[in-house]
Structure formats: C-alpha cells, structure tokens
C-alpha cells in the first residue's frame, strides 16, 4: 500500500535518484510525440493520395467525353453534311488508282 501512495504522490520524481526516472520520461515523452506527428503525417498522405485519386476519375471521365465527341464528329455521315452546306459533294467517279512504270 505504501509503494501505491508512493507511485500516486509522484515520490519517483522528486527524490534523490530521480535524475534517471525523469531522462526515461522524457525519452518516453519525446518518442510519443514522434508517433503523433508520424500518424498526423500518414493521415495527410492518405487524404492527399484520395484527392489525387479523385481527379484521375475525373480527368479520364472527362476523357471519355471528349474522345466519343471527337467519334461523333468525325462520322462520315456528319463530315459529308457540314460539306454539302459549303456546297461539296462526295466524287461521282471513283478516283484512279496509279501505278508508276519502273
């Protein structure tokens, strides 16, 4: 009982010898501050890593968008239209394939 009151009054600390308690509670102090900030340090990547993530979904979606619109406008049925308004047509001759003499 009396070590019990002697650990709860802090008796440790304060006697004669009490130059090496307070350098292993120091050590102990600073290697959990070093946990902490190494913790906090993690949680910041992994927050950072999820917004990467976030815009690589949205810039390949917007990707996607893009590459069908180019699909759309390059349909022949499409290219042929915006030339026949400029007045445009497709050949009614097949073109000539040529074949040089060696």
């Known amino acids: 009982m009396n070590q019990l009151l002697a650990f709860l009054n802090i ?3 304060i006697k004669d010898d009490a130059l090496r308690n307070w350098r292993i509670l ?3 102090s600073f290697l959990a501050l070093v946990i902490i900030a190494s913790g906090h ?3 910041r990547k992994i927050f950072e ?3 990467l993530n976030s815009d690589i979904k949205e810039i390949k979606s917007e990707f996607v968008e893009t590459r069908a619109q180019l699909m759309r406008l390059k349909m022949e049925t499409r290219i042929t239209k915006k030339l026949a308004e400029k007045g ?3 050949a ?3 073109p000539i394939k040529l074949i040089p003499k060696k």
């Open 26 to 28: 120091l050590f102990v």
């Open 41 to 43: 340090s993690a949680d």
């Open 92 to 94: 009614g001759t097949p």
């Open 11 to 13: 008796e440790f600390l």
């Open 88 to 90: 445009i047509g497709p």
């Open 49 to 51: 890593i999820a917004q």
